[in-house]
């Protein structure tokens, strides 16, 4: 017993040790620069001939160990204004860019890439990303840590600069990132540091630390150590002013009072101000959102409503703070939920956010947002605060408040509020994580059983990971601000939503192998299993049981065959093929399914995806396709295209459809600050037809010109339904 509990402490203590050798191991020191540095991408600009440099990196996928094949070389500097960094990628010339399109994910990690990624506060919570590809597209985002591991947030937009050179066997990049863009504290000296280079020709990524290749290279965990000369001071400038113009023409032919189109024009601002070097407040005065992409269009065959993701940037940046609460499908607080009903913008006022790190271990955020009336929907104001509190070392105490308060005359004193606490443990190595959590939910009817709690957690070694939650939903924890739609059930006979509570199980588990030979870089099983119990003790409400197998060639392409069995007990009388239908009765159901999908080699120019499924559905079967198609004009164009065929076949009265959904799309760069994106949309089953284009022209850094394009017309006759032109510009102006 002795040596097995010296044993088990031994091997605690060496994974602590290995947590902390990336940067005890790996450190650069960084000295201040005297001669001015033009970021022209010249590598031969004497300002870097004293600056020292990283000689090269190491493998880090698919391999992770041993000196990457191709050279980089690093350089790092400063001066009062801005952060410096060189890097030099040697190559054979055969790059791949497939795109020029800024803030571009598929674009920058699929191609040749180059990423600087730092932690000022030196905490391993949170940090900011600055990437560019070989054809000189930008990308920059913001990381947290969500769980056991980095994510990153690119949609986060500030201002920097970059310029790539291209040269027969090498190519470079060459960085300037102002300090008041970045948050931190002037008396810190040591900053956590990485670099990443992705090689698209070999399809490998390497990185300047060592470290297991289960985590990415982007990893707040595994970072070496920046040591400053002295530290950074506080940068100058504390505010931004960023104003917009906007105006545009619009139309809804479906309604026969609006025989004409009706002119609109909009002033509005917004600013940041930068409380100290790590806390900011984001201010903003009649917004406008009318240049944010659209969604994409899905079929939806489930009994609940879809996730569609938050894309207005006031609500993006610091959104981790207030967003990492909750489960799968449990969101206590999703931003979409303000100033948006049912996809149609609901006018705001103005808002406030103040978030960022009071302390080192310390970050909060605070959100206020006011909406005006909106047809029979009164007034809301909106408030949200969050606090995070890091504890032991990488571990997380965090809680929030949320508030909906109606006004005007329409609704006054109506409100809704959810409050939670969560406690997120993460070993020191990244390889266990668990979050226990507790929530409730506040409404004017002082209803009981208003809770949610459980846990979920999940553990990452080099071959095996595996993961499991348990949650407890009350049927009256209400989340107006959230997204958790299982709680809603809609009786399609009555046309009445009941809630009802449910305990949610669910172990996942996969096992990969990595071959040092052949055309496999990975392949291995997978497993899940998923059941949700009615909370008043009838039994299974659903189960799902998963199993599938992964295989990632070297090529870049990769293959996914997968089976399902479920059982559903459903609840009320169901319309899943629509309103033409008899709905499906309550019964038990059960059934099962398998798909297969494969994407090729997306190096290539022109590349393809493709999902094949069958299988029973309820008392019926389901055939489904979906495939894509991508033609790359590189550097300056993607054209796409993809189609989803859904046949459902149910028995007599309950019916049988057909669903098709057809999307083209079109990305043409003219530039690194000149797009057009556009994209056709065919949904069958929402009856519409939808055309989108956008323009922009990013005219000076951070200041933009868009130039926004919509149709929607009917299925039948293409009868126009509706159809928008806007114009807006924005300046970024420094005081």
């Known amino acids: 017993m002795t040596k097995l509990i010296s044993s088990i402490l031994f091997i605690l203590f060496s994974i602590h040790l290995h947590a902390q050798e990336t940067r005890q191991n790996f450190r650069y020191s960084i000295n201040k620069t005297t001669q001015t540095i033009n970021v022209d991408g010249d590598e031969n600009d004497p300002a870097w001939a004293s600056v020292n440099h990283i000689p090269n990196f190491i493998n880090h996928w698919p391999l992770d160990s041993g000196n990457a094949d191709a050279l980089t070389q690093v350089k790092v500097t400063y001066d009062e204004e801005f952060l410096y960094v060189l890097a030099i990628c040697y190559d054979n010339g055969n790059r791949?860019?497939?795109?020029?399109r800024r803030d571009d994910d598929d674009g920058h990690w699929n191609s040749d890439n180059f990423t600087f990624v730092i932690d000022p506060m030196n905490n391993k919570q949170n940090g900011f990303m600055f990437g560019v590809n070989a054809g000189g597209s930008q990308i920059e985002a913001q990381l947290n840590v969500n769980g056991p591991r980095t994510r990153y947030d690119q949609n986060w937009d500030n201002k920097w600069y970059s310029t790539v050179r291209s040269y027969a066997d090498h190519w470079t990049v060459e960085m300037a990132i102002p300090f008041k863009t970045l948050r931190y504290t002037p008396n810190q000296s040591e900053w956590g540091v990485n670099f990443i280079r992705?090689?698209?020709?070999?399809?490998?990524?390497?990185?300047?630390?060592?470290?297991?290749?289960?985590?990415?290279?982007?990893?707040l965990n595994f970072m070496g150590t920046l040591d400053w000369?002295?530290?950074?001071?506080?940068?100058?400038?504390?505010?931004?002013l960023i104003p917009y113009l906007s105006g545009g023409t619009q139309r809804d032919f479906e309604e026969e009072e609006q025989r004409s189109y009706q002119k609109s024009s909009d002033v509005g601002l917004d600013a940041k101000v930068a409380i100290t070097g790590s806390l900011n407040l984001d201010l903003t005065v009649n917004p406008d959102f009318s240049n944010v992409d659209v969604d994409q269009q899905v079929t939806n065959l489930s009994r609940f409503s879809i996730f569609f993701p938050e894309r207005r940037n006031f609500f993006l940046e610091n959104g981790d703070i207030f967003s990492n609460f909750g489960s799968w499908q449990i969101s206590p607080f999703f931003s979409r939920r303000i100033g948006l009903i049912d996809g149609e913008q609901v006018p705001i006022l103005y808002g406030a956010r103040l978030t960022g790190n009071v302390s080192r271990k310390t970050r909060i955020g605070l959100l206020n947002v006011q909406t005006d009336d909106f047809d029979s929907i009164a007034a809301q104001n909106y408030s949200v605060a969050a606090v995070h509190q890091q504890v032991l070392d990488r571990s997380v105490i965090k809680a929030i408040f949320i508030n909906r308060e109606a006004g005007g005359n329409l609704q006054e004193g109506q409100f809704a509020r959810n409050g939670g606490i969560e406690f997120a443990y993460l070993s020191n190595n990244g390889k266990f994580g668990n979050t226990v959590r507790f929530h409730t939910a506040i409404t004017q009817e002082n209803l009981d059983d208003n809770h949610f709690y459980g846990f979920g957690g999940n553990y990452n070694s080099r071959n095996l990971r595996m993961g499991w939650s348990l949650d407890v939903v009350g049927e009256n924890y209400i989340t107006e601000l959230g997204f958790n739609p299982r709680l809603e059930n809609y009786n399609a006979?009555?046309?009445?939503?009941?809630?009802?509570?449910?305990?949610?199980?669910?172990?996942?588990?996969?096992y990969q192998f990595f071959p040092e030979n052949g055309k496999v870089n990975s392949h291995g099983p997978v497993s899940w299993f998923n059941i949700w119990l009615n909370q008043d003790g009838t039994g299974v409400n659903e189960r799902v049981n998963g199993l599938g197998y992964n295989v990632n060639f070297k090529n870049t392409s990769w293959l996914r065959p997968n089976i399902v069995y479920r059982e559903i007990n459903l609840p009320v009388p169901t319309a899943l093929l629509g309103d033409d239908f008899e709905p499906l009765p309550v019964a038990n159901y059960q059934f099962t399914r398998a798909d297969i999908?494969?994407?090729?080699?997306?190096?290539?120019?022109?590349?393809a995806n493709l999902i094949f499924g069958f299988g029973n559905f309820f008392n019926g079967t389901r055939i489904n396709t979906s495939t894509g198609l991508n033609f790359r004009a590189q550097p300056w164009g993607n054209f796409g295209i993809s189609y989803d065929y859904n046949k459902v076949q149910l028995p007599g009265a309950y019916g049988e459809s057909d669903f098709h959904l057809l999307r083209t799309n079109a990305q043409i760069s003219f530039s690194n600050s000149m797009f057009l994106t556009s994209a056709v949309q065919f949904n069958s089953q929402s009856e519409n037809y939808n055309f989108f284009t956008r323009f922009q022209w990013r005219y000076r850094?951070?200041?933009?010109?868009?130039?926004v394009y919509t149709d929607n017309y009917e299925m039948d006759g293409l009868g126009l339904k509706n159809r928008q032109i806007v114009f807006k510009a924005t300046y970024w102006l420094n005081l």
């Open 96 to 100: 791949v860019v497939q795109s020029l």
């Open 198 to 219: 992705g090689d698209m020709e070999r399809n490998v990524y390497s990185t300047w630390t060592q470290f297991p290749l289960n985590y990415g290279g982007i990893d």
């Open 229 to 240: 000369d002295e530290s950074p001071k506080k940068a100058s400038g504390k505010v931004v």
């Open 493 to 510: 006979e009555t046309e009445e939503t009941s809630r009802k509570g449910y305990t949610r199980i669910n172990p996942w588990v996969n």
């Open 597 to 607: 999908r494969y994407n090729t080699d997306r190096r290539k120019i022109l590349s």
């Open 701 to 707: 850094p951070m200041s933009d010109l868009f130039l």
